[in-house]
Nanobody
Framework: QVRLVESGGGSVQAGGSLRLSCAAS????????MGWYRQAPGKQRDSVAD???????AYADSVKGRFTISRDSASDTVYLQMNSLKPEDSAVYYC??????????WGQGTQVTVSS
């Protein structure tokens, strides 16, 4: 079974940095896009950043200029460098991989906690 393994979450002070990683493993598939959503308690799951097959990137307005998404296509791994973290960035971050033909696959989630 294809799965996504996330790592890199943790607890930091406001202004600190974390780097998330997400690696796809299992069956061979074609990747259309990879990225992260995040969900805080009582809130909806919102898109954070993604990168497409072509290399185009997109960011939520709330993280633009602070977060950077990158990829290693050879290993089907994506990274999210998160700088200048704010308490409102605290959430569970879920990696996703949009594939052909399997649709969207989700990682297990990793907790990011930013203290003021």
């Amino acid at each position: 079974q294809v799965r996504l393994v996330e790592s890199g979450g943790g607890s930091v002070q406001a202004g600190g940095s974390l780097r998330l990683s997400c690696a796809a493993s299992g069956s061979i598939f074609s990747i259309k896009a990879m990225g992260w959503y995040r969900q805080a308690p009582g809130k909806q799951r919102d898109s954070v950043a993604d990168i497409t097959r072509s290399g185009a990137t997109a960011y939520a307005d709330s993280v633009k200029g602070r977060f950077t998404i990158s990829r290693d296509s050879a290993s089907d791994t994506v990274y999210l460098q998160m700088n200048s973290l704010k308490p409102e960035d605290s959430a569970v971050y879920y990696c996703f991989c949009n594939t052909d033909p399997w649709g969207t696959i989700w990682g297990q989630g990793t907790q990011v906690t930013v203290s003021s």
